[in-house]
């Protein structure tokens, strides 16, 4: 009922129940009683239905705030999932952590397998030649011809990269190393095939500064060729891992000069001799430079060695000066950078262990002048990779080193010397996938002293490395 019309039916009733009550007291008395019970009953209805009406706006609102809340929780379930993707699709960083040091862990494992013919002898068992490709090690004379298979896997390689924030600063470090260099083993290829670790490289860099084993200064590594072999072409190259101090300044985006000292070692032979000796005498370090320019399509490096080599023999001493210089570069054929060119052409006189794994000396010592003799040297080495498809590529190169020995030193005295080395290898590397390489290469090499005596090799390789 309708508050209006409940109001305005109750002095109607009122009259007629006055006017009842003039003709029976009886019937108005239990009227009036009636009229009391309805009043009750509709105080008590109007009471429900308030509170019903309270119940229903209470559920309302409720409903609303849950509808809030539940937009609410949409939106920011919707900001979270963009944040997530945002990160997702973000370049996660490498390695881990220590402290405020990253920590990345690399390098790779490598099995070689050779099938070598030598045209004049045979190569010692486990010895540095039957490993990889070494001109000096190549048979020379009137040996019989011999063909041996190796296979090894001490060419594999672990690096940690460390690199730490010091506020404006940053101080890295690399420790690089393999078990192919190692002087000795700790089985041998009857049973365990167990080898040595050996350190490569391990230096620290401070902004422009280098302390540590790295590659010579004056060596660009970049003309290193694609290659199953160890260095691909050894007579050829500058090749050498050293400690050393190095300053590396920017003369424009493109352009750094790189100014170093060096750890000096001499490697002279005695007149009579080619056995190389490492002396231990010498007083100075070698000071190297290389000027290096990177640009979109092309590397080139011009490379700078001053050096003393001092030999010291029971009180008596001799030194001569050793120099050089080296020019190198690479040249990109496409812009993938995935086919290119690379070359490196070298000059010196006494540098040899800088150059072909010291191929030659870099002095002679004659006693009867107490003298060092000069050794000159010239060394190219050039390569072309072609890439045939994304996962195929194909490598020509080719390696050349001669020797000129001083005029004052008699032609009996350095004749079992070595005078000239060559090779020329073709490879095919396949990866199917991004972090394999299958690849077969076949070497031909050759090596003359300089009373003539010559020996060739020639090897077959196949190689299959795991990067990480």
Avoid: C
């Avoid at 009122?14 to 008395?29: E, G, K, R, V």
Wanted: aromatic fraction near 8%; charge should be positive; charged fraction near 20%.
């Amino acid at each position: 009922m309708k508050q209006g019309t409940r109001v305005r039916k109750r002095p109607m009733l009122a009259a007629l129940l006055a006017a009842t009550a003039l003709i029976s007291p009886q019937a108005a008395s239990a009227q009036t009683a009636r009229e009391t019970e309805l009043e009750a009953r509709l105080n008590r209805i109007e009471s429900e239905m308030a509170a019903l009406r309270a119940d229903l706006a209470a559920t309302r609102d409720q409903q609303a705030r849950t509808s809030a809340l539940a937009d609410a929780a949409a939106a920011k379930s919707d900001a979270t999932a963009t944040k997530v993707a945002a990160i997702e699709s973000k370049p996660q960083p490498e390695g881990m952590r220590s402290g405020a040091t990253t920590i990345k862990i690399g390098g790779y494992i490598k099995l070689l397998a050779a099938n070598s013919t030598y045209s004049d002898g045979e190569v010692a068992t486990n010895s540095l030649g039957r490993d990889f490709y070494l001109p000096q090690a190549i048979p020379v004379g009137t040996g019989p011809s011999s063909t041996v298979q190796d296979f090894t896997a001490k060419q594999s390689r672990f690096w940690l990269n460390l690199s730490t924030e010091l506020g404006k600063h940053t101080l890295k470090g690399y420790v690089e190393v393999d078990f192919q260099t190692s002087p000795g083993t700790q089985g041998s290829q009857r049973t365990t095939n167990g080898y040595n670790l050996a350190l490569r490289r391990a230096y620290m860099q401070l902004d422009r500064w280098t302390f540590g084993q790295d590659w010579t200064t004056f060596q660009y590594t970049g003309a290193l060729p694609e290659s199953t072999d160890y260095v691909g072409g050894s007579e050829g190259t500058v090749f050498v891992r050293q400690p050393l101090i190095r300053y590396s300044a920017p003369l424009s985006k493109e352009l750094t000069l790189n100014l170093a000292i060096e750890n000096p070692e001499g490697a002279s032979a005695n007149a009579g001799s080619p056995t190389l000796i490492e002396n231990g005498d010498d007083r100075v370090p070698d000071f190297a430079a290389r000027l290096a320019y990177t640009g979109k399509r092309t590397e080139l490096s011009l490379g700078g060695l001053l050096r003393k080599v001092r030999v010291a023999n029971g009180g008596v001493a001799a030194d001569t000066t050793g120099y050089g210089a080296s020019a190198a570069g690479k040249l990109f054929l496409n812009g993938a950078k995935t086919s290119d060119v690379r070359f490196m052409v070298t000059y010196g006189r006494n540098i040899s262990r800088y150059v072909g794994l010291n191929f030659a000396p870099d002095a002679v010592y004659v006693a009867a002048t107490n003298r060092l003799e000069d050794v000159d040297v010239f060394a190219a080495i050039g390569a072309v990779r072609f890439a045939l498809t994304p996962q195929l590529r194909l490598n020509v190169m080719g390696s050349y080193q001669s020797v000129d020995y001083s005029s004052n030193l008699a032609a009996a005295s350095i004749a079992s010397f070595n005078q000239r080395a060559w090779s020329g290898a073709v490879n095919l590397f396949y990866s199917p996938a991004k972090n394999v390489d299958l690849g077969i290469e076949y070497r031909h090499g050759e090596r003359r002293l300089v009373n003539g005596l010559d020996g060739t090799i020639n090897r077959i390789e196949f190689a299959a490395k795991y990067g990480f």
